[in-house]
């Protein structure tokens, strides 16, 4: 019970703490029936559901097809969906055209990537010595998938699947940030000329879209190298992916510049700092953790972009599942397969989301508390 509060003259009586019921038909009442219109929706979806959940159920797990044993299994009577496709053909999905007797180099490629990516994912890691540890993750990689030095060479036109999409992935991430920063402080420089290269840079490849900006790299960079020289398809996308990404995101960045009160600025010159210790351990720690929910979202973006590589002839993880889907024993049952893809890219792209979410209630929490 509170206390009686004195205000103007006139005692306020104490009321008693609001009644927290905690029961799970509260929650659910809450949730769902708060309001007339709202448990409506929710009858209405729940009769959807009830009418289409068995079927699929029946269809996807009950009497779907598993082992890859022939394809004629999938056509007999009361048969549902064919994941045998998926038994059958995971290894082109997942690796395309890299040699079969090396997919456990392709294999090691991509968890450790991942592995990057997880201990990426804690905030105590955010140093500059983790940009040195992509750059030698990156090199390792790059040596299992090339080749040389004990193992058998390979040229990046072996490359494909799910391995392409992650090293195009993690290249785009970990060339586009440092470019992204370039660009957002470049943007807000004093310098009108350096200024006015970081806003055409920004503006030219934010105002065209992804598979332009592919076309050009893919088209253009070769024009100006002189004749006989050439540069690799896959570095060409990269440098195109790079360039997207780092357009986008120095704008998040440079958000999270313009969000800063101008008394930081201040304060970090009246230490007598000059301007790149000041942007480095005052103004940039700042901005970033304000963008990084942001900054997220646009990583999340740049994994699903990497598919576009298929239309200037990479075979990355959906090239690769087209590629697969070309036998015509299997040619039906692409949705299966497609379905299979879809499916793993959910799992990363809600897993970053996750995260994602994860890094906003932190930094919330850490900014309520004053830390």
């Not at 940009?131 to 790059?142: D, E, K, M, R, S």
């Not at 290269?197 to 105002?207: S, Y």
């Not at 002189?226 to 780092?246: E, H």
Request: a positive charge; proline letters at 6%.
């Amino acid at each position: 019970m509170s206390k009686a509060i004195h205000w103007c003259g006139t005692v306020v009586p104490p009321r008693a703490a609001p009644r927290r019921d905690a029961t799970v038909w509260t929650r659910l009442r809450n949730a769902l029936f708060r309001t007339p219109m709202q448990g409506a929706i929710t009858l209405v979806l729940a009769l959807l559901l009830a009418g289409f959940a068995p079927g699929l159920v029946e269809w996807a797990l009950i009497d779907a097809v598993w082992l890859p044993s022939d394809p004629a299994a999938c056509t007999e009577p009361g048969a549902g969906a064919c994941w045998a496709v998926v038994s059958e053909k995971y290894r082109v999905m997942l690796f395309g055209a890299f040699p079969y007797s090396e997919h456990w180099r392709a294999l090691l490629a991509m968890l450790l990537i991942v592995a990057g990516f997880v201990y990426s994912a804690f905030p105590r890691h955010w140093r500059a010595r983790l940009a040195a540890i992509w750059l030698g993750l990156l090199a390792l990689v790059l040596w299992l998938m090339l080749g040389g030095f004990g193992l058998r060479p390979l040229s990046t036109s072996d490359w494909g699947g799910l391995p392409l999409t992650l090293i195009l992935f993690a290249g785009t991430v970990t060339f586009g940030m440092p470019l992204s920063l370039f660009l957002a402080l470049g943007r807000e420089s004093q310098l009108p000329a350096f200024r006015w290269i970081c806003i055409g840079m920004i503006e030219l490849f934010r105002g065209l879209p992804l598979l332009v900006v592919l076309f050009l790299a893919s088209l253009l960079i070769p024009l100006f190298l002189g004749d006989g020289m050439t540069i690799d398809k896959f570095v060409r996308a990269l440098v195109g992916m790079v360039l997207f990404f780092g357009a986008y995101a120095s704008e998040i960045i440079r958000g999270g510049l313009q969000a800063l009160p101008r008394g930081q600025y201040e304060s970090a010159r009246a230490l007598g700092l000059t301007y790149w210790p000041m942007m480095i351990t005052v103004i940039l720690p700042q901005a970033l953790r304000i963008v990084v929910p942001a900054l997220v979202n646009d990583i999340i973006r740049a994994f699903k972009n990497t598919s576009f590589v298929a239309v200037i002839g990479l075979f990355d993880f959906l090239g690769a599942t087209k590629a697969a889907l070309e036998d015509p024993l299997w040619v039906r049952y692409s949705l299966e397969a497609y379905l299979f893809l879809i499916a793993v890219y959910f799992a990363f792209c809600w897993t970053m989301s996750r995260y994602a979410s994860w890094v906003e209630r932190r930094l919330d929490i850490s900014k309520r508390r004053g830390e």
